[in-house]
């Protein structure tokens, strides 16, 4: 098992979401910017 190494930004984050914790932190995963295709759409 690897050592966990937690910021104080990290345990805010987990304070404020735990499962966006869990994305960012342990996943990686990462928010994706809105296009603008995906912001008008196709009308």
């Known amino acids: ?10 345990i805010n984050a987990f304070k404020d979401c735990p499962f966006r914790f869990r994305n960012a932190y342990v996943l ?14 196709n009308h």
């Open 1 to 10: 098992m690897r050592p966990i190494k937690l910021s104080a930004s990290s």
């Open 28 to 41: 990686g995963v990462r928010p994706t910017e809105d296009t603008d295709a995906l912001r008008i759409g």
